[in-house]
C-alpha cells in the first residue's frame, strides 16, 4: 500500500466562541487569541511556537512545500502562528480561514491512526477552549463547507500508471459522486507534479467523521487497486522500463535541472523503487527529497539570493550527492 499511498492527513477546523472569525478580528484579536491558544496547547504538547511575521518569505514557502501550512496562511502573516510538534508530525494554524487549523500527518495509508491523534488533541482542546458549535450544524466555520465536523481527511497517492493511461479525468469525475474529490500536490487549486494527488472528503455535515475516514478508506483502496493494475501493464513495455533506467541516470550526472523535470523524473525513480526494478533507494528516501528539492526548500539551504539559474544547479549537485 505505502507504494501507492505517500501519507495520510487529518485537518479539524475549530474556532472559539469568543472571536469573531478571523476576517472580523483586528490585529490586537488576532495576536491576543494566538497567545491564548498556544498556552493552551503547549500544556498539552511539547509545541515549537512560530510567530509568520517573524520569517522571510522564503521560510514561509519552504513549510508549505513541507504540507505544514496551506498557500493561503502565508498571504498576510501578521497575527498568524504556527504551533509545530517536534516531529513535525502535529501542526496548528493560528488564524488562518478559521481560528485553528488542528493538522496529523502520518506516513503511508494510516487514516485510523491520524484521526485518533488529532481527536485526542482536539478532546484536550476542548476542555481550556470553548469552541463554536450549533446542536444542528456541529462546528461553526467561516466557510460553509466546512461546517458539521470540520474535518477533511486527505491522502497523497502517487498515481503515475493512472496518469499516463489518462483514466484520471473519469475517476476524478466519479469520486465527486461519492463525496470525495482529487487535487494537485498542494490541494486546492494546485496542478499535480511527479503524479502526486490529494484524494479528500468533500462533505463535513451530516457525516461523522468514522463514516467519512471509512469512506475515504474504501475509495483510496479501490484507486490503489486499480494503479497497481495499470502499474504491471505499463511495466510490462520495455520503454516505460527504460525510462526509469534512464531517470536515476540522469539525476546521478545532470548538472542542471529544473523543479518540473526533477519532479517528473523522481516520480519515474519512485515507480521503480516501488517495483524493485532500482534496489539502491527506498520510497521513503524518495519522498524525503521530493520536499528537500521543492524551490523555496532549495534557496533555504543555499541562500535567497541565488537566481533561479544558479538554484537549478544547486538542486543538481544535491541530488547527485544524495543519490551517488
Do not use: W
Request: net charge neutral; charged share 30%; with cysteine.
Amino acid at each position: 500500500m505505502s507504494e501507492v499511498a505517500v501519507s495520510t492527513r487529518i485537518r479539524l477546523a475549530r474556532n472559539l466562541e469568543d472571536f469573531p472569525f478571523p476576517t472580523r478580528l483586528s490585529e490586537k484579536d488576532k495576536k491576543a487569541l494566538c497567545d491564548k491558544v498556544s498556552e493552551v496547547a503547549k500544556s498539552i504538547m511539547d509545541f515549537d511556537r512560530i510567530d509568520m511575521e517573524n520569517l522571510t518569505k522564503t521560510q514561509a514557502v519552504s513549510l508549505v512545500e513541507q504540507h505544514l501550512i496551506s498557500p493561503e496562511f502565508i498571504s498576510s502573516p501578521v497575527g498568524k502562528t504556527l504551533l509545530l510538534s517536534k516531529d513535525r508530525e502535529v501542526s496548528v494554524m493560528l488564524n488562518e480561514e478559521d481560528h485553528i487549523r488542528l493538522q496529523v500527518i502520518k506516513s503511508g495509508l494510516c487514516l485510523s491512526e491520524a484521526f485518533a491523534l488529532a481527536d485526542e488533541i482536539d478532546t484536550k482542546l476542548s476542555e481550556k477552549l470553548k469552541f463554536a458549535f450549533s446542536e444542528k450544524l456541529g462546528y461553526l466555520t467561516q466557510c460553509p463547507t466546512n461546517l458539521g465536523t470540520g474535518m477533511r481527511a486527505s491522502v497523497m497517492l502517487h498515481l503515475p500508471a493512472l496518469q499516463k493511461s489518462r483514466a484520471l479525468g473519469r475517476i476524478s469525475s466519479n469520486l465527486s459522486k461519492l463525496g470525495l474529490t482529487i487535487r494537485g500536490i498542494y490541494g486546492e487549486s494546485t496542478e499535480p507534479a511527479g503524479a502526486l494527488y490529494q484524494l479528500s472528503n468533500q462533505v463535513s455535515l451530516g457525516i461523522s467523521e468514522k463514516s467519512a475516514i471509512d469512506n475515504l478508506k474504501n475509495i483510496t483502496t479501490e484507486l490503489v487497486t486499480q494503479e497497481v493494475k495499470a502499474r504491471d501493464r505499463i511495466l510490462s513495455d520495455i520503454e516505460v522500463v527504460d525510462t526509469v533506467s534512464r531517470s536515476l541516470g540522469i539525476l546521478k550526472t545532470a548538472r542542471l535541472i529544473n523543479h518540473s523535470e526533477a519532479m517528473n523524473l523522481l516520480s519515474n525513480i519512485r515507480l521503480g523503487v516501488a517495483h524493485k526494478l532500482i534496489d539502491s533507494l527506498s520510497t521513503d528516501s524518495i519522498d524525503r527529497l521530493i520536499c528537500e528539492i521543492q524551490p523555496a526548500s532549495i534557496l533555504e539551504r543555499y541562500g535567497d539570493d541565488i537566481t533561479v539559474r544558479e538554484r537549478d544547479i544547486k538542486r543538481a549537485d544535491f541530488l547527485r550527492e544524495r543519490l551517488n
